[in-house]
């Protein structure tokens, strides 16, 4: 694939990305991916994750090749007076900052929201942060996984009979910059009527307890503290990793007629009428023996050709793939989710779809001592 134009939704908007590692990056590759001009200006030993590896390439680790495409680099020290002084002369050009550093240390160097937004009224200033600027936890750092431990994510996952157990991808760090995106998108939106710019604040801590649901309300109902199940639902059965006689599989049953329909399937079709099975409810409070006899009926059957019927009597089922096998999936393919650039670039294409204003894809991210300066906006 090589280089397309820029007729993403948000050509025009110039974002300053001066944030690191993942949740401010993750936010402004997905402006950039729908055509804001992003500038990401690094520390002069650059973003900490460039060194995330390996893989490498180029010297370049795969970690910081997952994040920022689409945008120009430069590099500034602004520890200096005159790395502030060219990062204000940038500010002046851009519609949107976005900044993770620790709370207090822009306000330090005299460049902080308060003092911008005076001479910049329509700036709009992200920043990412672990837990928020104050209150008892404010202005700690805070690291995806130390976040996953802090929220209660780790405590409702994992096997029943196991201990804690982290999310295996950094999600509390990447719903931040998926929450931070939302923000800046917000206020883009409201600026278009006030004219006027405004600060938000997208906390690690904030996120992974919105990602709660639905243990947050369950607790809220009754009060009995969430536990883990493994790979099954807390509220609905059978939605868990099931075995055959080949390859696990994944069923999602979600009603009634699901559950009926996937009894037929696997040639038990009494079980719908058990009174013990007859409702989600009741399969959620009987769910031990439920999976065994599911497990039984099961183990006559391959793994693959059970999801196919499956899926064709409308209950959603799916195989355990690999990470591998589901890039490679042709439906993965259909679905252009998987960028390829000149120079041997690879990566995860976005999963927003819009109609008229695609995500293009216009440059990969650039190796360490590049710099790419010519505007994308004109493109």
Same mark, same amino acid.
């Given at each position: 694939?090589?280089?397309?134009?820029?007729?993403?939704?948000?050509? #025009?908007?110039?974002?300053?990305?001066?944030?690191?590692?993942?949740?401010?990056?993750?936010?402004?590759?997905?402006?950039?991916?729908?055509?804001?001009?992003?500038?990401?200006?690094?520390?002069?030993?650059?973003?900490?994750?460039?060194?995330?590896?390996?893989?490498?390439?180029?010297?370049?680790?795969?970690?910081?090749?997952?994040?920022?495409?689409?945008?120009?680099?430069?590099?500034?020290?602004?520890?200096?007076?005159?790395?502030?002084?060219?990062?204000?002369?940038?500010?002046?050009?851009?519609?949107?900052?976005?900044?993770?550093?620790?709370?207090?240390?822009?306000?330090?160097? #005299?460049?902080?929201?308060?003092?911008?937004?005076?001479r910049?009224?329509?700036?709009i200033?992200?920043?990412?942060?672990?837990?928020?600027?104050?209150?008892?936890?404010?202005?700690?750092?805070?690291?995806d996984?130390?976040?996953?431990?802090?929220? #209660?994510i780790?405590?409702?996952?994992g096997e029943?009979?196991? #201990?804690?157990?982290?999310?295996?991808?950094?999600?509390?760090?990447?719903?931040?910059?998926?929450?931070?995106?939302?923000?800046?998108?917000?206020?883009?939106?409201?600026?278009?009527?006030?004219?006027?710019?405004?600060?938000?604040?997208?906390?690690?801590?904030?996120?992974?307890?919105?990602?709660?649901?639905?243990?947050?309300?369950?607790?809220?109902?009754?009060?009995a503290?969430?536990?883990?199940?493994?790979?099954?639902?807390?509220?609905?059965?059978?939605?868990?990793?099931?075995?055959?006689?080949?390859?696990?599989?994944?069923v999602?049953?979600?009603?009634?007629?699901?559950?009926?329909?996937?009894?037929?399937?696997?040639?038990?079709?009494?079980?719908?009428?058990?009174?013990?099975?007859?409702?989600?409810?009741?399969?959620?409070?009987?769910?031990?023996?439920?999976?065994?006899?599911?497990?039984?009926?099961?183990?006559?059957?391959?793994?693959?050709?059970?999801?196919?019927?499956?899926m064709?009597?409308g209950?959603p089922?799916?195989?355990?793939?690999?990470?591998?096998?589901?890039?490679?999936?042709?439906?993965t393919?259909?679905?252009?989710?998987?960028?390829?650039?000149?120079?041997?670039?690879?990566?995860?294409a976005?999963?927003?779809?819009?109609?008229?204003?695609?995500?293009?894809?216009?440059?990969?991210p650039?190796?360490?001592?590049?710099?790419?300066?010519?505007?994308?906006t004109?493109?």
């Amino acid at each position: 694939m090589t280089p397309t134009a820029n007729t993403g939704a948000l050509a #025009g908007i110039r974002v300053l990305d001066i944030s690191r590692i993942l949740g401010g990056p993750y936010c402004g590759q997905i402006l950039g991916d729908h055509g804001a001009d992003v500038l990401k200006v690094e520390p002069p030993q650059g973003d900490d994750t460039r060194t995330w590896g390996p893989p490498f390439k180029e010297g370049v680790a795969s970690y910081y090749h997952g994040l920022n495409r689409n945008k120009r680099t430069m590099a500034l020290d602004l520890g200096s007076a005159d790395g502030r002084d060219a990062l204000l002369a940038l500010v002046a050009e851009a519609d949107v900052l976005v900044e993770n550093f620790k709370t207090g240390t822009m306000e330090r160097w #005299g460049i902080g929201y308060d003092e911008l937004s005076k001479r910049f009224p329509r700036l709009i200033w992200c920043r990412v942060s672990g837990f928020g600027a104050d209150g008892p936890l404010g202005a700690l750092p805070g690291y995806d996984a130390a976040v996953q431990a802090m929220t #209660g994510i780790m405590s409702i996952n994992g096997e029943a009979d196991g #201990g804690p157990l982290r999310v295996g991808l950094p999600v509390v760090d990447m719903v931040t910059g998926l929450n931070a995106t939302i923000g800046v998108l917000l206020a883009l939106q409201e600026r278009t009527r006030s004219g006027r710019g405004q600060f938000i604040e997208a906390a690690l801590y904030d996120s992974g307890l919105s990602l709660l649901h639905p243990h947050a309300a369950n607790w809220f109902m009754d009060g009995a503290v969430p536990r883990r199940t493994g790979n099954a639902h807390p509220n609905i059965y059978p939605y868990d990793a099931l075995a055959t006689r080949t390859d696990p599989i994944f069923v999602a049953v979600g009603n009634d007629r699901q559950f009926a329909s996937f009894c037929v399937c696997i040639g038990q079709p009494a079980l719908a009428d058990d009174p013990l099975y007859r409702t989600a409810g009741a399969r959620s409070i009987h769910r031990e023996g439920l999976k065994q006899r599911l497990e039984a009926a099961l183990a006559d059957f391959d793994g693959r050709a059970m999801v196919e019927t499956l899926m064709a009597a409308g209950v959603p089922a799916a195989p355990v793939l690999s990470v591998d096998a589901a890039l490679e999936h042709p439906h993965t393919a259909h679905r252009g989710m998987v960028v390829e650039l000149e120079g041997g670039y690879r990566g995860v294409a976005s999963p927003i779809k819009l109609s008229r204003t695609p995500a293009t894809y216009r440059h990969a991210p650039l190796t360490a001592g590049e710099s790419f300066i010519e505007s994308d906006t004109a493109a």
